[in-house]
């Protein structure tokens, strides 16, 4: 088991549960707002101020101000009720205290509310964004010179804008094949078609002379979708059906609207089957594959998932671009493949600078270490980055792969020259502070294992060390194996308990913990239909019957730092332990 290390400086960069470093926190906001002060000070210094010294004395001044500091304090009390999700009691989601880079980064920017969907609005805030973006590439491996991304609202948003550029992509090459078929009495097989590659795709527009502009009449988006879907049907002999998603049964909810926002279709979306460790399995992967084949319904995109919502999962990423490597060296199909490492990003600062971190296994680590040969990534900030909301990232690998929206295909190597993101971007007006909050944090903690990656890596030691602590006291505990990363699930079940007895007393204890205030841990739900595998392995660690159709978990996410210390971890350890005994 790896040892938990890290440095002891990494308590600079959070407030701490008991406010420790409230002087120097509260100096630097101070800094930051009198930078501001100053900056409106200083600047067009021949214009009039607004008021007047005995104004801002006067009775109808001074009542608005009272109003606001009552306000305020109104706003401040309902606040002091909000769930706390700084302290290591709180285990329940994807959410900790948050970093003070990124709340000190976060609110710099906030004061200048810059407006990043285009430079004009934002000066500075786009170029931070740029920068973020590059800092963000090489931490999961890609070239921060070719990769391109920006910031979204989040990652659910940001596995649109996935879905949204490789629709765009096949929808180029189907259009180009149904041109050929209608206009040119050529009909290239369907499959081949859809898959074709943006290299074939320019050699096929030159070869034939077909220019860009052709093509429009021709898209199943750009034209009508159902007049496309009746012309592809006869010009290539079997009824289209349009294409489908290959997606993991591990899979965020997000997947299941794009199919809903995009118009697939619910029926397009694809599960590829989990193994017995709740990781997608190859095997399925490969039989969808030839399913869709047989189907004559081109693959728009296969993802996998690092680091999936309900147990922390990391799918063999490494493997799944073999399969497409292999698919392409044998059949010519270039596939997308998009990693959603929403929740996982950010474990691939382990990876990165000269000591890197050993807190994964070896498959993990290498899946995580593929990120960089896949399309594209989504990765959420506003979770294991410790920033605030609402921040997730899309990055792509290159400049083909971000192209979209505008009918123009990157078929050429050549580097667009970036328009203003707003053409590019699903969102319309998008904050900076999202940007500058993940930048600062990149700037100063660093995205590699002597930074961010240690933070990570001491808190999968400590979810190890907290599992075996209650793997010796709680004798009901039953812990789903393996944890991959910091997320820890169980169930509660005596031996030879059937699977609806486990689940009632795991559901139970829920309740209890519910009403508790003295931790807050989540709860998950996986079906047999989908986990069946992963589900039989668990119940077989206490041989019980499988007699229900879903399997209810204890979810307790370890992303808090301070779970790294010896004396808070030990203390916490056996209260969950009395907790989940009494
Ligand atoms: C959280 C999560 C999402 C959605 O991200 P939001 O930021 O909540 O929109 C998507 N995929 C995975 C794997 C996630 O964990």
């Not at 910031?151 to 765009?168: D, K, L, M, P, Y």
């Not at 003295?518 to 986990?531: E, M």
Request: aromatic share 10%; proline share 5%.
């Amino acid at each position: 088991m790896p040892e938990t290390t890290i440095s002891k400086a990494y308590k600079a960069f959070f407030l701490g549960p008991k406010a420790e470093n409230a002087a120097w926190t509260g100096a630097e906001f101070q800094a930051v707002l009198d930078h501001w002060f100053n900056w409106r000070k200083g600047l067009f210094p021949g214009d009039p101020p607004i008021s007047t010294a005995e104004e801002r004395q006067s009775a109808p001044y001074l009542r608005a101000r009272a109003a606001m500091t009552e306000g305020l304090e109104t706003l401040t009390e309902l606040l002091s009720h909000e769930m706390p999700k700084y302290t290591p009691r709180y285990i329940g989601h994807m959410v900790a205290d948050l970093s003070l880079p990124a709340l000190l980064g976060h609110f710099a920017a906030l004061l200048h509310n810059p407006n990043n969907t285009c430079r004009d609005a934002s000066w500075v805030g786009t170029r931070i964004e740029t920068d973020v973006i590059a800092m963000l590439a090489t931490m999961v491996g890609y070239d921060p010179a070719k990769a391109h991304g920006h910031i979204t609202g989040g990652g659910t948003v940001a596995n649109f804008e996935a879905v949204w550029r490789a629709r765009f992509r096949q929808d180029h090459w189907l259009s180009l094949a149904l041109y050929l078929a209608e206009k040119r009495g050529l009909t290239l097989p369907l499959m081949e078609a859809g898959h074709m590659g943006w290299h074939r795709f320019g050699a096929l527009l030159n070869e034939y002379d077909v220019r860009l502009d052709d093509l429009r009449g021709y898209s199943g988006i750009a034209s009508n979708p159902y007049a496309f879907g009746e012309r592809m049907t006869a010009a290539f002999g079997l009824p289209y059906r349009g294409p489908v998603l290959l997606v993991p049964e591990n899979k965020h909810f997000s997947w299941t609207k794009a199919t809903n926002v995009f118009g697939f279709g619910e029926e397009s979306f694809w599960p590829i089957a989990l193994d017995d460790m709740g990781r997608l399995n190859i095997a399925s992967l490969q039989e969808q594959i030839d399913h869709a084949d047989k189907a004559g319904r081109p693959i728009t995109m296969v993802v996998s998932v690092a680091g999936t919502t309900e147990t922390g999962k990391i799918d063999p990423i490494d493997r799944v671009q073999d399969v497409l490597d292999q698919t392409r060296a044998t059949r010519g199909w270039d596939i997308w493949h998009h990693v959603d490492a929403a929740y996982g990003g950010f474990l691939c600062s382990m990876l990165r600078g000269p000591n890197p971190a050993d807190a994964l296994s070896p498959s993990n680590t290498a899946a995580l270490a593929s990120i960089s040969r896949v399309h594209s990534v989504t990765i959420d900030p506003h979770k294991l980055g410790y920033v605030p909301y609402a921040c997730g990232a899309i990055l792509t690998r290159d400049t083909q792969a971000y192209a979209v929206s505008s009918f123009k295909a990157p078929y050429l190597e050549r580097q667009l020259e970036m328009p203003d993101k707003w053409s590019t971007t699903l969102e319309g007006s998008r904050s900076a502070a999202g940007a500058t909050a993940t930048w600062l944090t990149g700037k100063t903690l660093g995205f590699d294992a002597g930074g961010m990656g240690g933070v990570i890596a001491a808190t999968i030691g400590a979810c190890r060390q907290v599992k075996d602590r209650l793997a010796q006291l709680v004798p009901a505990f039953r812990p789903l194996e393996p944890t991959d990363t910091n997320i820890l699930c169980f169930s509660l079940a005596r031996e030879g308990d059937s699977l609806k007895a486990a689940n009632a007393a795991t559901e139970a204890m829920y309740d209890r913990f519910a009403t508790s205030p003295d931790f807050a841990v989540s709860k998950t739900t996986l079906g047999v239909k989908s986990h069946r595998l992963m589900i039989e392995r668990h119940t077989g660690t206490y041989d019980g019957p499988l007699d229900d159709d879903h399997l209810v978990l204890l979810r307790m996410v370890f992303m808090n730092p301070f779970w790294a210390e010896d004396k808070l971890r030990d203390q916490l350890s056996e209260e969950l332990a009395t907790f989940l005994n009494t």
